[in-house]
């Protein structure tokens, strides 16, 4: 009877530790997730700022210096 409750706690322990490293990879694969969907994002915003630097050259090189607005 012994060696069988030794058994189940053996079994139980062993369990418990294997859902602890199952838990931990999740864990880790979120993180890793997350720090490369960051990554992607300030790649995005670097994109927008350079679009945007692009169109304000453009404007300032087309522009001859005169207001083209009617009063």
């Known amino acids: 009877m012994k060696n069988i ?16 490293n199952n838990t931990l990879n999740a864990v880790g694969d979120t993180a890793k997730g997350a720090g490369k969907g960051a990554v992607e994002i300030i790649q995005g915003v ?10 304000v050259k453009a404007d ?7 207001d083209k607005k009617e009063n």
């Open 5 to 20: 409750c030794i058994l189940i706690t053996g079994s139980l322990f062993t369990v418990s530790l294997l859902g602890c």
């Open 46 to 55: 670097g994109e927008g700022v350079n679009h945007i630097g692009q169109g």
């Open 60 to 66: 300032i090189t087309s522009d001859d210096g005169e």
